[in-house]
C-alpha cells in the first residue's frame, strides 16, 4: 500500500506524536490518559487485527482479584506485603475501569465468586480455609469488609456433583467483555484518537530524532511509542519475561432454569466458569499441558476441550443436558514476577505488557501506568 500514498495521506495519517501498538484494555487506556492529560497530542493506535488481538475481547469477563487458592501461590513467590500490593493494584484498577467507562456499559454484576473444591481435594481445601481469616485480614484494608467466607451451604443449590466445599469471596464480579471493549473504542474515538486496525507492526526504529514503526501499510514517524501487546510483546522486543499462556474457552447453548449465578474458579484457578444469559461460559485446562498452551497460535485442542465438556457433565451441570454452541482461545502472557512489565525497553519505545491473566484488573492502571511514564519523557 505504501508505494500508492498520497502526499496528503502521508502528510496526515501517517505523522503523530505518539503511536501506540495493540488496541487491546492497556493501549487503550493509555491513550485515553494521554489525551485527557494533554489533549493537543496527535495519537495513534495500531491494531494488527480486524478486533484487539490477544485475549482483551476473548477473556471470561471475571473482575476478580484472585481465588484463595491463587492468593496462597502467589504469596509464596513474593512474599505477603508484594501479594498485598497486588491485590489493591487489582482493586483499584477495577475501580478504575468502572469509574472510566460506568457499571451499565460493562454490564458489571457483582453476583460473588466461588471456589470449588471436589471430594479428591482434603488437604487443599484444608489449607484454604485455615488461611480464610488471614487473607480477610489483609484484605481488610484494601477493600472494606471480609472477603471470604465458607458457603457450603449454597452447594446444593447450585446443582453441582462432587462438590464438597465452596469458599464464597462476595467482592467478585463479572463483566461483558465486549462491552467494555466497544465502550473503550468509543470513548477512545470521542477524544480523537485514531484508531487503525489491519495494521501489523514488522519493526520499530528510534534514534534521538524521531521513532519509525515499518507496518504493513506502510511507515508512521512519532516522538513515542508505547507497545502493548502483551504476549506478542517480544515479536517486538525481544528478551523481555513474558511467556505466552493460551486460554481455551467454550460455551452452551442457552440452558432452561439455569441454577448457577456467578464466577467460579476450580484447581487454582486452572479452570474458570460463569453464567452468562442462560449459558455456562468455561474456561481454563492451560495446566493440562503448560508447553502446548505456551503459544501465540489461537486454536483449540481435543485434550483441553474433552477435559473442559467432562467437568460441565461431571461437576458443574451434572444430570443437565446442554449443548456446545461455541470454542474460542485467547492468548495471555505470564512471566517470572506478577508484576505487569511498564519500561523504556530503549529510547523513546516504552513497553506495557504482562498482566498474568489479570488483564480486566490489572489493565487500566498498566495503561495509566504507562502513559505517566511517557508523559515524564516529553
Known amino acids: 500500500m505504501s508505494s500508492n500514498l498520497s502526499y496528503w495521506e502521508k502528510a496526515t495519517f501517517f505523522n503523530f506524536d505518539i503511536v501506540i501498538i495493540g488496541s487491546g484494555i ?7 490518559h494521554l489525551k485527557k492529560t494533554c489533549p493537543l497530542l496527535k495519537i495513534i493506535v495500531l491494531e494488527r487485527g480486524f478486533l484487539p488481538s490477544g485475549a482483551s475481547t476473548k477473556n471470561a469477563g471475571f473482575a476478580c482479584f484472585g481465588s484463595l487458592s491463587e492468593l496462597m501461590e502467589q504469596e509464596a513467590i ?4 508484594g501479594l498485598m500490593l497486588l491485590i489493591e493494584k487489582r ?3 477495577l475501580l478504575k475501569l ?8 460493562l454490564d458489571y454484576r457483582q ?3 466461588y471456589e470449588l473444591f471436589t471430594n479428591d481435594d482434603d488437604a487443599t481445601i484444608e489449607q484454604c480455609v485455615s488461611k480464610i481469616e488471614h487473607y480477610n485480614k489483609l484484605i481488610t484494608p484494601i477493600i472494606g469488609t471480609q472477603a471470604f467466607c465458607l458457603a457450603n451451604d449454597k452447594i446444593k443449590s447450585l446443582g453441582f456433583n462432587n462438590v464438597q466445599n465452596l469458599i464464597y469471596n462476595q467482592y467478585e464480579a463479572q463483566i461483558d467483555t465486549g462491552k467494555m471493549m466497544f465502550n473503550l473504542i468509543q470513548l477512545a474515538q470521542s477524544l480523537q484518537i485514531f484508531i487503525l486496525n489491519n495494521c501489523q507492526v514488522n519493526e520499530i526504529i528510534s534514534d534521538d530524532k524521531q521513532t519509525v514503526i515499518h507496518t504493513n501499510q506502510g511507515k508512521f514517524y512519532c516522538k513515542k511509542a508505547i507497545v502493548t501487546t502483551n504476549a506478542f510483546v517480544k515479536s517486538l522486543l525481544p528478551g523481555l519475561d513474558v511467556e505466552p499462556g493460551r486460554g481455551q474457552v467454550l460455551i452452551t447453548k442457552p440452558i432452561e432454569n439455569l441454577k448457577i449465578e456467578g464466577t467460579f474458579h476450580y484447581n487454582k484457578g486452572f479452570y474458570y466458569f460463569r453464567n452468562i444469559n442462560d449459558r455456562i461460559l468455561l474456561g481454563g485446562g492451560r495446566n493440562l499441558d503448560f508447553n502446548a498452551e505456551a503459544t501465540t497460535e489461537f486454536g483449540e485442542t481435543s485434550l483441553v476441550q474433552n477435559t473442559l465438556e467432562m467437568l460441565l457433565t461431571n461437576i458443574i ?13 485467547g492468548i495471555m502472557a505470564f512471566g517470572k514476577y506478577l508484576e505487569p512489565i511498564i519500561t523504556e525497553a530503549k529510547p523513546n519505545i516504552f513497553c506495557a505488557a504482562r498482566c498474568n491473566g489479570m488483564g480486566i484488573a490489572m489493565g487500566s492502571q498498566t495503561g495509566t501506568d504507562v502513559a505517566e511514564l511517557v508523559l515524564k519523557s516529553l
Open 98 to 105: 468502572r469509574t472510566l467507562l460506568g457499571d451499565e456499559n
Open 26 to 32: 492497556v493501549g487503550l487506556n493509555a491513550a485515553i
Open 317 to 329: 451441570l451434572p444430570n443437565t443436558p446442554f449443548e456446545i454452541d461455541q470454542r474460542w482461545s
Open 91 to 93: 482493586w483499584k484498577g
Open 78 to 81: 513474593c512474599g505477603t506485603e
Open 111 to 113: 453476583f460473588g465468586g
